[in-house]
């Protein structure tokens, strides 16, 4: 791997980083750019696994303390637990049995959850008072974080959708929890990925380097942006996303 495979593997986390945080698209920039330089598929997955834990640390070091206010530490913890688990299963998944199948569902999750958040104002309304939101928002992270263990693209979406139509947090908020949660699933797969399958360094620690500084970056360009036309960019891009995911 050369100078400039690893200089466009920092610019392109840097990227994911960024994008990743403020949409939950990451793995749209990051994971092609691993295909440029080289990697085979399942490697280059493996890889983008490892180095996209940066971005959670990245904006969880920025404002961590802002999700933790409130009754947000609690919520954080216990969903946390279920997001572990959740990328644990998804790794063993891929590791062990890799599904035809879950592969040919995941391009309609990610679509189901990009129109999800763009009708999420209606949904809320409808949802509103329902009991069941806990369990079905703990539901929903086990899901979500099996398929981020197992491959990721638009796990973000899926979290900010979720985030927006079972809770009363406001999208900046919402983003910041999508990209600790997701950052938990992504690190216990990486740790299942470094013991059990191929990493490769080079390539993880030069993205990995562009996504902690991306994921830096990501909470403040959130804070500036007007919520709803941001909603409404994430759930377009969502489906342009699961229209690229149907076509792989």
Request: aromatic residues 8%; positive net charge; contains cysteine.
């Amino acid at each position: 791997m050369t100078l400039a495979d690893l200089a466009l593997l920092v610019a392109a986390g840097f990227a994911a980083g960024v994008v990743g945080y403020v949409t939950g698209l990451a793995s749209i920039l990051s994971y092609p750019a691993l295909l440029v330089v080289g990697l085979p598929p399942v490697t280059a997955n493996v890889t983008n696994t490892v180095a996209l834990v940066a971005v959670g640390v990245g904006s969880f070091a920025k404002s961590g303390r802002e999700l933790l206010d409130g009754d947000g530490g609690k919520l954080l913890a216990r969903s946390g637990v279920v997001a572990l688990v959740g990328g644990a299963v998804g790794a063993g998944i891929l590791l062990v049995a890799p599904d035809k199948v879950f592969v040919f569902v995941v391009p309609y999750l990610v679509a189901l959850a990009s129109i999800a958040l763009l009708l999420q104002p209606r949904l809320r309304e409808r949802m509103a008072g329902n009991d069941a939101h806990p369990a079905w928002w703990m539901l929903g992270v086990f899901v979500v974080s099996v398929y981020g263990g197992y491959f990721g693209a638009g796990a973000g979406v899926m979290f900010v959708a979720m985030a927006m139509v079972l809770s009363n947090l406001p999208l900046w908020r919402a983003t910041l929890l999508k990209s600790a949660l997701l950052g938990i699933a992504n690190a216990v797969a990486a740790v299942a990925f470094i013991v059990f399958s191929h990493v490769h360094w080079p390539a993880a620690v030069a993205m990995g380097v562009g996504c902690l500084l991306g994921g830096w970056a990501g909470p403040p360009i959130v804070a500036r942006l007007p919520a709803t036309p941001l909603r409404i960019a994430i759930g377009i891009g969502g489906l342009g996303l699961a229209f690229w995911l149907a076509l792989r």
